[in-house]
């Protein structure tokens, strides 16, 4: 950045750059924009950026993100209390929900077991999950992760200790998408498809 600037905006650059993304170069003409549509998204943005930090929290049942605390999921009482969800991240969540695909309800992880970097079990929401298991109603889990390494990982891990709550654990179904082409696709999800296979 050329040295002219000034250090507010610097800062700026610096902490937009620091958003999934974004490098430099795009946290710059984010910032320009910004500035220049200063009264329409700047200060509104700033505002609505303030009141999440100051709102928004984790829900203390399942670990989305809302304002309320048991969040709006948890609190609603037409989802059926027999199956369980459980997701990496409240973003997995979210698709779900959008999705209509689960009417129950959820348990979010915060992460995935990676030995390789150095996450164990204590770094993500086990123990409360482990509690929420043994709960009666509770008839079956859907263990909803990634179909990486990572994910095949947590999901044998999980299925191995949820086995003396004596609930059902699946999985969603791994293979080809819809729209899907098989001269497309890598080894691996064509092996997972094949073995996901059933009579029509």
């Known amino acids: 950045m050329s040295a002219n600037v000034g250090p507010e905006l610097q800062n700026l650059i610096n902490l937009l750059a620091k958003l ?3 490098g430099p170069r795009s946290a710059t003409r984010v910032a320009l924009y910004l500035l220049k549509k200063r009264e329409g998204v700047m200060l509104p943005l700033a505002k609505a950026m303030s009141a999440a930090a100051d709102n928004v929290k984790a829900c203390d049942i399942c670990g ?10 948890c609190n609603d009482k037409e989802r059926s209390r027999a199956v369980l969800c459980v997701v990496e991240d409240v973003a997995d969540l979210w ?9 129950g309800y959820y348990h979010v992880l915060g992460g995935l077991l990676s030995p390789l970097d150095g996450v164990g079990p204590s770094d993500i929401n086990l123990t409360s999950l482990l509690k929420r298991a043994n709960d009666e109603t509770i008839t ?7 179909a990486t390494v990572d994910g095949q990982t947590t999901s044998h891990y999980l299925s191995d200790h ?10 969603l ?6 729209g899907g082409e098989l001269d497309y696709l ?4 064509i092996a997972a498809a094949m073995k996901s296979r059933r009579q029509i």
């Open 20 to 22: 999934p993304g974004l």
């Open 64 to 73: 989305n993100w809302d304002s309320i605390n048991p969040c709006a999921v």
């Open 95 to 103: 698709a779900l929900e959008r999705s209509g695909a689960h009417r």
């Open 140 to 146: 079956e889990i859907v263990l909803a992760l990634s």
């Open 162 to 171: 949820l086995l003396n709550a004596g609930v059902r654990v699946t999985r």
């Open 173 to 178: 179904s791994q293979g080809v998408p819809i």
């Open 186 to 189: 890598d080894e691996g999800t």
